[in-house]
């Protein structure tokens, strides 16, 4: 039976000790040491980054000659040296904004859509916001650049990683042990 959810667990008490906004700070944590992901100078777009931790943690890694910029819906609460927009990232426009650069190293999507509680209509919706996803990076990673993204599994996913496997070099997932237990999300890293 899986455990009930508890929005003040370990990990959050962690998180919040260690002065990151969310435990989500943990995955991201976890798929830099297994991907070695971050590395100084970098530029770091980060879509769906309220309320920031996975910004916090970029910016760390990067240090003072790299970049890091978070879009999300929502407001993010400002974080010295990051740049955040407010902005929907299916909008053809999101690119042409003036903050974000032509060319990133890395993409980061720890973008879930508003449940519904219906698990086939979530995961959907999840497949669509990560093809979105796939498209800013198709448009704007650098050569050798990799995207992250977290999709919800079920009926579409296999079908969607396919897809994904005709069109990069490197696709390669990942499950990390900061998920819920009773999570169905899993991570894809795509690399040109």
Do not use: H
């Given at each position: 039976?899986?455990?009930?959810?508890?929005?003040?667990?370990?990990?959050?008490?962690?998180?919040?000790?260690?002065?990151?906004?969310?435990?989500?700070?943990?995955?991201?944590?976890?798929?830099?040491?297994?991907?070695?992901?971050?590395?100084?100078?970098?530029?770091?777009?980060?879509?769906?980054?309220?309320?920031?931790?996975?910004?916090?943690?970029?910016?760390?890694?990067?240090?003072?000659?790299?970049?890091?910029?978070?879009?999300?819906?929502?407001?993010?609460?400002?974080?010295?040296?990051?740049?955040?927009?407010?902005?929907?990232?299916?909008?053809?426009?999101?690119?042409?904004?003036?903050?974000?650069?032509?060319?990133?190293?890395?993409?980061?999507?720890?973008?879930?859509?508003?449940?519904?509680?219906?698990?086939?209509?979530?995961?959907?919706?999840?497949?669509?916001?990560?093809?979105?996803?796939?498209?800013?990076?198709?448009?704007?990673?650098?050569?050798?650049?990799?995207?992250?993204?977290?999709?919800?599994?079920g009926a579409d996913f296999?079908?969607?990683?396919?897809?994904?496997?005709?069109?990069?070099?490197?696709?390669?997932?990942?499950?990390?042990?900061?998920?819920?237990?009773?999570?169905?999300?899993?991570?894809?890293?795509?690399?040109?």
């Amino acid at each position: 039976m899986p455990k009930r959810y508890t929005p003040n667990d370990e990990l959050s008490q962690k998180a919040k000790a260690e002065g990151y906004r969310a435990r989500s700070v943990y995955k991201l944590k976890e798929l830099d040491e297994k991907f070695n992901l971050i590395k100084p100078g970098m530029t770091v777009l980060d879509l769906g980054a309220a309320p920031g931790s996975w910004l916090q943690y970029a910016k760390e890694k990067v240090g003072p000659k790299g970049k890091v910029i978070g879009v999300d819906l929502q407001e993010i609460e400002p974080i010295e040296g990051i740049e955040t927009i407010k902005a929907d990232i299916t909008e053809p426009t999101l690119l042409t904004l003036p903050t974000i650069p032509k060319s990133i190293d890395l993409i980061l999507s720890d973008l879930a859509p508003s449940t519904s509680g219906v698990k086939d209509v979530d995961q959907w919706r999840s497949i669509e916001l990560n093809q979105a996803v796939e498209k800013i990076a198709e448009q704007a990673l650098k050569p050798g650049g990799v995207c992250v993204m977290k999709v919800f599994r079920g009926a579409d996913f296999d079908d969607f990683l396919r897809s994904l496997k005709t069109k990069w070099e490197t696709v390669k997932t990942a499950q990390v042990k900061a998920s819920r237990d009773r999570s169905r999300e899993i991570y894809i890293l795509i690399a040109n």
